[in-house]
């Protein structure tokens, strides 16, 4: 996975991560969110809940903040960025290994998918009873970034982590980057427009909650057309085709 999330709900959860991004003010403390917080936790272990939670709290504290209130967010928007994956990046590797792992096991794969897709409708209940305008906007991110954890434990289970990886970079380096680059745009501005708008971050001017919040839409947008470009080019019939056809190059 490439996206962190961490859940906070008064004295029960602290830095439980999820491979999707943001965060639960205090006050919220709904029984649904808990339950498949700590089931995930089951899964990924304290320890390492632990340290997505530490080095996802510096991130909220530096990077998410100045983001929200930045006098000119669109020109510090890709070195905050930067800073935000440097800081998660390495406990995002083990968790990653950790539910590649699980993938291979199909009664594991569809606890985890089962899990995600839980927390993606407690936190779409959360975001809608904000009241924030543009709520649907952040539903709607959220939804894209859970599909595209579903979708890579999905074809790494169906193609094996050697299989799909090969079938990546033989097939399809260029659009594999292209995704990757709107993952991580998107995941910050779906964390940062989130956490001002359940009370992580209590400060922030309005107008960058805002932009971050309408900016999702392009983002989520290229990623959806990513996913499909490379589901197509990682069947075998429908590559073949393609490079029958002239319309890829197969790759030597």
């Known amino acids: 996975m490439a996206i962190a999330i961490a859940t906070y709900a008064r004295e029960y959860l ?17 029984a649904e969110l808990m339950d498949v917080v700590r089931r995930f936790r089951g899964l990924i272990g304290d320890e390492l809940a632990g340290e997505l ?13 100045r983001a929200l209130n ?26 990653s290994t950790k539910l590649f792992t699980l993938s291979t096991d199909p009664r594991a794969l569809e606890l985890v998918k089962s899990v995600e897709r839980d927390l993606g ?3 779409a209940k959360v975001v809608r009873g904000s009241g924030y305008r543009y709520a649907d906007y952040l539903v709607y991110g959220l939804s894209v970034l859970i599909d595209r954890d579903v979708w890579i434990l999905e074809r790494t289970a169906e193609y094996g982590l050697d299989g799909v990886v090969r079938r990546f970079v033989e097939r399809g380096l260029e659009a594999l980057l292209n995704l990757a680059d709107y993952t991580i745009y998107l995941t910050f ?24 919040a309408r900016w999702r839409r392009g983002y989520a ?23 029958e056809l ?4 197969r790759q030597a």
């Open 121 to 123: 409708r407690a936190l």
């Open 14 to 30: 602290r830095g439980v991560a999820l491979p999707v991004a943001g965060a639960i003010s205090e006050d919220v403390g709904l």
């Open 246 to 249: 002239g319309v890829v190059k």
């Open 189 to 212: 501005v779906w964390v940062s427009a989130t956490a001002a708008v359940l009370g992580l971050v209590k400060e922030f001017r309005e107008e960058n909650r805002d932009a971050l």
């Open 70 to 95: 930045s006098e000119n967010l669109e020109r510090l928007f890709p070195d905050l960025v930067a800073r935000f994956w440097a800081r998660i990046l390495l406990p995002l590797v083990e968790l």
């Open 53 to 65: 939670g530490r080095v996802f709290d510096r991130a909220l504290a530096e990077d998410v903040r």
């Open 221 to 243: 947008g290229e990623l959806e057309s990513y996913m499909d470009t490379l589901d197509i080019l990682l069947d075998d019939e429908a590559y073949s085709d393609l490079v």
